[in-house]
């Protein structure tokens, strides 16, 4: 006998009800969506592993130096949701514009987790060529020689627990391990998701970042104390 109707043999439905059963009762909560998939969870009589439509959940750095940039990240946090489900943001850090032109302006950078949707799931190359669109829509230009400052950056630093190495898109990304401005803002959502191919978590690798690497700043900025008067 089937318990529930065919159209909740999704992760989303079930991880919902999953939640609701545990506000009454002491139940372990996973630690992600994909972690509950990966371990074989099975609730209700199947394993969610087995479900088709099981969100693939990928993790974006967002960054911006030029203009508004608080609105640009939030913008761009709208526009990510022609992928899927926004799920997370982590918080906001600010981040010295290293190796750019004199008297860049800093970025602030954040990452954003989205639950994609289910017919975004195996085709990467669509999911980065929508990024470049919506990074074109907000004024970038990727032609300019060398690291230029930028309304708005998108990258894909995560896609699961999946290695991708594509013409254009290689994920885990490349560079993202010698960037606190990605591992800090990533630790915020994933600390103990483990970097496919490395053997670390994504806090390991933060934690073993050089000293010479650029430290960050949650933004906004702590307001400086006003100066006692006698």
Same mark, same amino acid.
């Given at each position: ?5 065919s ?5 989303? @439905? ?13 139940? !372990? ?10 371990k ?14 099981c !969100? ?6 967002t960054?911006?130096?030029?203009? $508004?940039?608080i ?5 761009? $946090? ?8 926004? %799920? ?15 008297g860049?302006? $800093? ?5 954003? /987790?989205?639950?994609?949707d289910?017919?975004w799931? /195996? ?5 980065? /060529? ?9 004024? *970038? ?13 998108? $990258?894909i630093?995560?896609?699961?627990? *999946? ?10 990304? !490349?560079r993202?391990?010698?960037? *606190?401005?990605v ?16 053997? %670390?978590?994504? @806090? ?6 050089p ?20």
């Open positions: 006998m089937q318990m529930f109707p159209s909740w043999r999704s992760k989303d @439905a079930f991880i919902t009800l999953y939640f609701a059963i545990h506000s009454t009762k002491q139940l !372990p909560i996973p630690e992600s969506a994909d972690n509950l998939s990966s074989g969870a099975n609730l209700f009589g199947f394993s969610l592993a087995t479900c088709d439509l !969100p693939v959940l990928i993790h974006v750095a960054g911006s130096n030029l203009g $508004d940039r609105a640009h990240l939030d913008e761009a $946090d709208r526009r990510l949701s022609v992928l899927g489900a926004v %799920r997370r943001t982590s918080r906001t850090y600010s981040t010295a514009a290293v190796g750019m032109e004199p860049a302006p $800093d970025f602030l950078n954040r990452v954003v /987790e989205v639950a994609l289910p017919a799931n /195996e085709d990467p190359t669509a999911v980065m /060529e929508t990024l470049l669109d919506i990074e074109r829509d907000m004024g *970038r230009q990727r032609s300019s020689p060398g690291i230029a400052s930028r309304a708005i950056d998108l $990258d630093v995560l896609w699961g627990d *999946r290695q991708l190495v594509q013409t254009a898109l290689t994920v885990p990304h !490349p993202m391990l010698g960037r *606190r401005f591992l800090r803002p990533l630790a915020d959502l994933v600390p103990d998701q483990e970097i496919p191919g490395t053997g %670390r978590t994504v @806090a390991q690798w933060l934690a073993a970042l000293a010479d690497v650029p430290e960050i700043a949650p933004w906004p900025l702590p307001q400086a104390s006003p100066t006692a008067t006698s």
